[in-house]
Nanobody, 109 residues
């Protein structure tokens, strides 16, 4: 059974940092990503990591870094902005798409 468990969200001031962690189990995943969603908007891809490398949304390039250690994927978020406020979801692909439960990130003074 595949499980994705996220942690690391919270409240941070603008300019601050957070690190999200997603621990995946139950399969070997070829793609692991982070998405985010705000009310009334579609879920958007923030960062993706595969065997070929990493990809980032333009809005987070230079501020966010995705990394992976076996079946755990991290998202280091620096210089956070209020517009980064969202629920962040972990995504993993292994002959099917799997999602975590989401973790809230709030950037506010």
């Amino acid at each position: 059974q595949v499980q994705l468990v996220e942690s690391g969200g919270g409240l941070v001031q603008p300019g601050g940092s957070l690190r999200l962690t997603c621990a995946a189990s139950g399969s070997i995943f070829s793609i692991m990503s982070w998405y985010r969603q705000t009310p009334g908007k579609e879920r958007e891809m923030v960062a993706r990591i595969t065997s070929r490398g990493t990809n980032y949304a333009d809005s987070v390039k230079g501020r966010f870094t995705i990394s992976r250690a076996e079946n755990t994927v991290y998202l280091q978020m620096n210089n956070l902005k209020p517009e980064d406020t969202a629920v962040y979801y972990c995504y993993a692909y292994a002959a099917g798409a799997y999602w975590g439960q989401g973790t809230q990130v709030t950037v506010s003074s």
